[in-house]
């Protein structure tokens, strides 16, 4: 079954401290995985694309990996901000019927406190 | 701005009745996806269009319908609603082919928030 799975659900950090997401997909075949942040009540950004050939990319304060060999991807957000409070949901794109469909994680829930 | 639009931002109803949820992807994009987003859960993909056809269906009720005009905007329609239909629904749009260059983005609109009463 084409799935992704997220953890941890929630998580509550300092802010200033680093934190890490992780998404595990069994979405094939593979081409791409993507992060998003979404703030409550708005629509998903994009925050990173990661296609089958890439390890690490980052974005900012935001340093996505990809081990492909594993279907596990990770998160790593540097010295967090309040702003950084939000869900963060991992989607991974497959081609259904000629059209191509997103899987999406039920996300990460981060909230940054003082 | 994500240069996706959709209306209108709120809209609260009553049980069975019918709306029609409106989204006017990027300029260029040929590809609009719906989904939902009932209280503290995940996007549910509900259908996708490309330049008009129908390319991929999700777990959309048969209650609730959509098309893709030749402008390429599209609307949802929610018919007999019930109180779970109460979610926020929202489109995304991207350039995407129906196959291959599956590596564009998918850009989001800011979504309509769906209260049944």
């Known amino acids: 079954k084409n799935q992704v799975e997220q953890s941890p659900q929630s998580l509550i950090i300092l802010e200033g401290k680093n934190c890490t997401l992780q998404c595990n997909y069994t979405v094939s075949p593979f081409s791409n995985l993507r992060w998003y942040k979404q703030d409550t009540g708005r629509g998903p950004v994009s925050l990173t694309i990661m296609t089958f050939s890439e390890n690490t990319k980052s974005n900012g304060r935001y340093t996505a990996t990809l081990d492909a060999d594993t279907k596990q991807s990770s998160l790593h957000i540097t010295a967090s901000q309040l702003s950084d409070s939000a869900s963060y949901i991992c989607?991974?794109?497959?081609?259904?019927?000629?059209?191509?469909?997103?899987?999406f994680g039920t996300g990460t829930q981060l909230k940054v406190e003082l | 701005d994500s240069g996706v639009t959709q209306t209108p931002k709120h809209l609260i109803t009553a049980t069975g009745q019918r709306v029609t949820l409106r989204c006017s992807p990027r300029?260029?994009?040929?590809?609009v996806y719906w989904y939902q987003q009932s209280l503290d859960q995940g996007l549910q993909f509900l259908i996708q269009?490309?330049?008009?056809?129908?390319?991929a269906k999700g777990n959309i009720l048969e209650r609730f319908s959509a098309q893709q005009f030749p402008d390429l905007h599209s609307e949802l329609n929610l018919s007999s609603l019930e109180l779970g239909d109460s979610a926020l629904y929202f489109c995304a749009s991207s350039e995407g082919l129906s196959r291959g260059l599956m590596n564009t983005e998918a850009f989001f609109g800011q979504g309509t928030r769906l209260t049944v009463v």
């Open positions: 989607v991974v794109p497959r081609v259904t019927g000629g059209g191509n469909k997103l899987t």
């Open positions: 300029s260029g994009d040929l590809s």
């Open positions: 269009y490309y330049n008009g056809e129908e390319r």
